[in-house]
């Protein structure tokens, strides 16, 4: 039975993908909850699995290559990985929605961007009027901080910038007010300065709608600015999760030391070198027993290429996968 603060549960999640040179777990039995109101940050480098969680909960994974071996997924208290497609087709996008990196290829160049938000309207409010929709569209892109939205409404994705492509994106995703937004590296492809508006928006729209929101980012820096916990994640499985002060005051992983190091702080010297972690992360082809972290990892032991740690507790809410704990 889930805490009714839980929204979202993923338990023991294996996900795989076949390929030429054989089966691949992308993502290794994670498990972590979203709580309601909640902006969870998953933070890894690329590869480590953080999006493959995001489309399995979606449901989205490329076919056929890539399924779901094991493990649940509650949204509120429904194994939504038992759903039947039709019923699933029902939460993702009205209460699960999910925005992507690149805004120009999630928006159709041939259609103009009010009826791409309109479409969204009919999908999912069908016997809502056509004035209704159109005032409802004009009213999401001015909440998005479009200028003009009125006219923006009849413009095509090609004629408006990067940053406003993401709001329209932003906007087409709220359309359907979902309970959990997914946001997957939504400010990769944008400007700094850009980017440091859409994460406001994005805390401004959580706190106006109450929705909880999974933010998918390779940058612990973003966590620190929007998020209320994060998860770090580790080629397919969880290293850390904590709440972020804590993560950042006490990280205890060597993985995430290392990411903490190697951001760059206002208060370092300004000739200070910033850290990074040497080595690679192994491949997926040739993950090594034991931790997957070893061969970058300085403070390995004989017993870290054994077998996997575990995930275990170290203070309230803050749980970690290494043997030194
Ligand atoms: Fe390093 Fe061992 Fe901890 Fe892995 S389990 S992170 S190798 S100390």
Do not use: W
């Not at 103009?112 to 892109?141: A, C, W, Y």
């Not at 959990?180 to 994005?202: C, H, K, N, R, W």
């Not at 034991?290 to 004989?302: H, I, K, L, S, V």
Request: charged share 25%.
């Amino acid at each position: 039975m889930l805490k009714d603060s839980i929204l979202l549960k993923v338990e023991n999640l294996v996900t795989s993908f076949s390929t030429e040179n054989g089966r691949i777990r992308a993502v290794d039995d994670i498990s972590f909850e979203l709580r309601e109101k909640q902006i969870l940050g998953i933070v890894g480098e690329s590869g480590c699995g953080k999006s493959v969680t995001a489309l399995s909960i979606l449901r989205l994974l490329p076919k056929p290559s890539g399924i779901i071996e094991s493990g649940k997924i509650f949204f509120k208290h429904t194994d939504i990985l038992r759903l039947p497609p039709e019923k699933m087709h029902s939460i993702r996008g009205n209460r699960i929605s999910m925005i992507f990196q690149e805004p120009m290829t999630a928006l159709n160049p041939v259609h103009t961007i009010g009826k791409q938000l309109e479409e969204i309207f009919h999908l999912h409010f069908p016997n809502m009027p056509k004035k209704q929709i159109r005032d409802e569209s004009v009213e999401l892109l001015q909440k998005v901080g479009i200028p003009d939205p009125e006219s923006r409404m009849n413009e095509y994705p090609h004629q408006i910038s990067g940053g406003m492509r993401q709001r329209v994106l932003i906007a087409i995703a709220l359309a359907a007010k979902p309970d959990i937004l997914i946001a997957d590296e939504p400010t990769t492809a944008l400007d700094v300065t850009i980017q440091s508006q859409i994460l406001d928006l994005m805390i401004q729209l959580q706190k106006e709608t109450g929705m909880a929101i999974i933010f998918i980012t390779h940058a612990l820096g973003v966590i620190a600015e929007i998020c209320d916990d994060v998860v770090v994640m580790y080629a397919g499985k969880v290293a850390e999760t904590a709440p972020v002060k804590q993560l950042f005051k006490e990280p205890k992983h060597p993985y995430t030391k290392g990411l903490l190091a190697s951001i760059p702080r206002l208060e370092s010297p300004r000739k200070k070198k910033l850290s990074i972690i040497k080595g690679m992360v192994p491949s997926l082809y040739e993950l090594p027993q034991g931790c997957r972290f070893q061969n970058r990892c300085p403070d390995a032991m004989e017993i870290c290429s054994t077998r996997p740690p575990s995930l275990k507790r170290v203070a309230d809410d803050h749980f970690v996968s290494c043997y030194l704990y």
